[in-house]
């Protein structure tokens, strides 16, 4: 699924717009851009969040990089900021939204004298709120302010502070650039590495590997959980290996990468087996079944299929053994091997009578008689349907089916 942001690409407003081709135009110009400045060359509007005119919250000295605030000042600052925010949300609840942003941009174009992270925390909490109103010149104006601060930050100081890039990265993340998320957690691993530090790593990978799954980045996300789960696994942290193991199977069958969505499977089994969690043994092993069709193998789709019932069955699981029924009944009908889907769906409704499962009874019915069809055995097509439609007439469901089944038998039973 692709993010809001990007269905709604082509609703950006004209000063969005603007504000973009302003960005382009910054590659080629140095620190003292018209933008940076806050003024435009070409008459184009300035970005909100950059400083402009000297604000009264702002000691001329201090806007003017003579001196810093002192710690009286910045409580002071910092209680004034609060109360621009008090004054925006009260805004934005009278549904006055345009007005709400324009104390929160004078807002965040101060919190940057408090420091990165406290302007990363109201960047973040402002972005959460643009994404949802769609505000989308909003959104624009917030990416390259955070563009200025990671250029700051990998930039122009020789260590990199790693918790301020994950909280750049987050704040990305709020405001839909998923993409430079990425990035920035990609410079955070490299870092953690060369430090050796794996709580950091680890950290970094979880967060590259969510939000690779939230952007449909399915490789990304693969190799993040496989990091991870060698990580949980060199340190014999065993169940938190098993979720990182969960995360792969499903990323894996999204791939379509059967091979090693089923290696991770037989994983899980081995793990839920040993605590003797059946339900979850015959789920997986029906997975692998699926995977081991998809991948032309069905011999070995058909041994899982058919312990996956039998684990069922014994544990009296029948919701599960009729789930493996149908898979491998399915099976053999994708196969042409009509006396054999046969045989199975007889057995799958034995399944449903002592389950007393009228419905899935019903659809059993419905398939036989597909299948019997296909084999222009119409004597017995015509009895299967006419059960299913039984079925139906009690269940109050898809007798409409059943009868236009029933109807197409007869026309060719009647030689019509």
Known sequence: MCSKFALQLFTVSAQALTLLILGLAMSTLGPESALAQ????????????????????????????????????????????????????????????????????????????????????????????????????????????????????????????????????????????????????????????????????????????????????????????????????????????VVYLTELAYIYDRLQAYDQAIEVKQELIAYYRGLNNVARVTAFKIAVGQDLENSERPNEAIAQYQQAYRLAWEALQFYRAQEALTALAQLYERYGDWEAALEVYQAQIETHEIARNQYGLMMTYGRMGQVHQEQQNYPAALNSFRRGLQLAQQLGNREAYFQSRIDTVNRALSGG
């Open 38 to 241: 806050g003024e435009s060359r070409r008459g184009l509007p300035a970005n909100p969040l950059e400083l402009t005119e000297v604000d009264p919250l702002i000691p001329e000295a201090v806007w003017q990089g003579e001196a810093v605030l002192t710690e009286a000042q910045r409580r002071g600052l910092a209680t004034a900021l609060d109360q621009l925010n008090a004054e925006a949300l009260a805004a934005f609840s009278q549904g006055r939204v345009t007005a709400a942003f324009e104390l929160w941009n004078r807002e965040l174009r101060l919190r940057r004298f408090l420091g990165t992270e406290a302007e990363l925390e109201a960047l973040q909490r402002v972005g959460e709120l643009a994404w949802q109103q769609e505000e989308f010149y909003q959104l624009q104006v917030m990416r390259e302010r955070l563009r200025r601060l990671q250029m700051r930050e990998l930039d122009e100081v020789e260590t990199p502070n790693l918790q301020r890039l994950m909280a750049l990265a987050q704040t990305y993340e709020t405001v839909g650039a998923r993409s430079a998320a990425l990035e920035v957690y990609e410079v955070v691993l490299e870092w953690a590495r060369s430090r050796g530090d794996e709580a950091k790593q680890e950290e970094a990978w979880q967060r590259l590997g969510e939000t690779a799954l939230q952007d449909l980045n399915y490789e990304a996300a693969a190799q993040a959980y496989e990091a991870l789960r060698e990580l949980a696994r060199q340190r014999g942290d065993r169940q938190t290996e």
